[in-house]
């Protein structure tokens, strides 16, 4: 049952990262985002229905959780049509993923993890959170740099493509972040204090998210501006991806 509700799920997120390829089809991209993010919700309702325990604590089964975050947190204001273009960086990134995630077995059943499920709910769930707002500011950069690009080169369609201004894309941008960077510091803290009780050592991917947390601390306290925010929020998006894909196999 939960696999077969991953290709509709598939197929729908596809749809939507082909249509935003062109301004004409945005309207039908945002639709096949809403039926792809209904169909992984009743994907992830189902995992969570036949595993005994927290059903993502595999690397693929957090990845399946984290798409589906990146998915929620572009639905905030993806369905405004000034935002629907954040779509054009968000949907391929999140079809690789998923698809990703599928190949892992992560959209199968997941078997009891030996760690408490209040545990994994603060750990994984808060960390994975926080890297979703990073993923949704870093396309809200990229969108933010596109735009400066078209201005810049006086682009005929500029207009016609209704994009939010550069002001508005630097401050959702900034309070993005701002708000993801609690959540990975609990995540983190979380971790953390069970290491210490379980007397265990720091492997790579920690070292990854708590370079992550340093960058965004950055970010949150130097309040930069312009396309200094937007160079950093994207350099920060390519340590999370270092962290859901090369190394945390290694984590779990």
Known sequence: MAEALFWPALVAYS??????????????GIWGVRLGWLAQTA???????????????????????FVWLVVSAYLIWGCQPRYRLIGLTVMPLSVALFAVAALGGGTAAGAR?????????????????????????????????????????RS??????????????????TRTVRFSLPLLTVGLIAGFVRLVQQHGHIDALMD????????????????????TAAYLALFGFGLVIVARI???????
């Open 208 to 227: 990854e998210a708590v370079a992550t947390w340093l960058l965004y601390a950055f970010f949150v306290f130097t309040r930069p501006a312009g396309r």
């Open 246 to 252: 090369a190394l945390a196999g290694s984590h779990f």
């Open 43 to 65: 994907l992830l309702a189902v995992q969570a229905a036949r595993t005994d325990g927290f059903p993502w604590s595999s690397w693929a089964g957090s990845l399946n959780l």
């Open 113 to 153: 993890s030996r760690y408490s499920n209040l545990f994994l709910t603060i750990h994984v769930g808060c960390i994975l959170a926080a890297f979703a707002g990073f993923t949704l500011a870093a396309a809200l950069a990229a969108l933010y740099l596109a735009e400066a690009r078209r201005l810049q080169r």
């Open 156 to 173: 005929p369609d500029i207009l016609r493509l209704r994009l939010p201004s550069l002001v508005v894309l630097e401050r959702l941008t």
């Open 15 to 28: 749809e939507a990262a082909i249509a935003y390829t062109s301004p004409r089809f945005v309207r039908l």
